[in-house]
């Protein structure tokens, strides 16, 4: 049974998964420290990355954990106290700060797992 997505997934006829490989020595953390100006390393742990892209624009939105938030009791035990910080660039941009980028699309008509590619 597919686990849902913690994102909108009813309103889009195609849903996947997605990987992404960052420069050497770079991780979220050392990308949302370049790309946010605001950002605090001591303050924020990058957990999360979300490419969005609307008639022609991306913007992309970095979650991070409030590091001193976590400490605070009013948030439920089981819950992380995350802040997001969106960036609108262009993609070219974008595509300087990643070194690989792989995404799979499905209209979930077929189990990926099932299928066999027959022209490699």
């Known amino acids: 049974m597919k686990k849902n997505q913690p994102f909108e997934t009813k309103a889009h006829p195609l849903n996947g998964m997605g990987a992404m490989d960052l420069f050497r020595n770079e991780d979220l953390n050392s990308l949302a420290s370049r790309l946010i100006t605001s950002y605090n390393p001591d303050r924020f742990d990058a957990s999360a990355l979300r490419l969005f892209v609307q008639k022609g624009t991306p913007v992309l939105t970095i979650y991070a954990v409030d590091k001193l938030k976590q400490e605070d009791k009013s948030f439920a035990k089981n819950k ?4 997001k910080f969106k960036i ?7 595509m300087n700060h990643i070194k690989r980028f792989d995404v799979t699309l499905s209209n979930e008509a077929y189990d990926l797992q099932d299928m066999l590619v027959i022209n490699k």
């Open 88 to 94: 609108k660039m262009p993609l070219e941009e974008l």
């Open 80 to 83: 992380l106290p995350v802040r």
